[in-house]
């Protein structure tokens, strides 16, 4: 994996990352707007295009997703989690793991 943390990306573009990898475990590559209802579903309201779909460019960019054009439809994009995104979230989750285990440790 390249320098890059989580640290690195934004709260939304964390997020982005995260719902992408829920929507593909749910349905295979997803477009944006599978992308959209679990971010809403976990706090996001009236998402704008003018700011979600750029997020999603700039995930591709940074090399977490890869962008697809839709066979079907031509208009639309399919996005798939790379490697490295696969393993910038495993990251992601070993720290969590680990603070969730200190914190309970502290308090017992």
């Not at 998402?47 to 999603?56: D, K, N, V, W």
């Amino acid at each position: 994996m390249t320098g890059l943390s989580m640290a690195d990306l934004t709260g939304f573009q964390r997020d982005v990352l995260v719902a992408t990898r829920h929507a593909q475990a749910s349905n295979g590559a997803p477009n944006g707007q599978a992308i959209i209802p679990i971010l809403e579903a976990n706090g996001y309201e009236n998402i704008q295009s003018g700011r979600f779909y750029p997020t999603l460019d700039d995930l591709v960019r940074l090399g977490l997703l890869e962008k697809r054009q839709n066979p079907e439809d031509k208009r639309a994009n399919h996005y798939e989690i790379t490697e490295q995104g696969e393993e910038l979230l495993e990251a992601r989750r070993q720290f969590l793991d680990r603070s969730s285990t200190t914190v309970q440790e502290g308090s017992a």
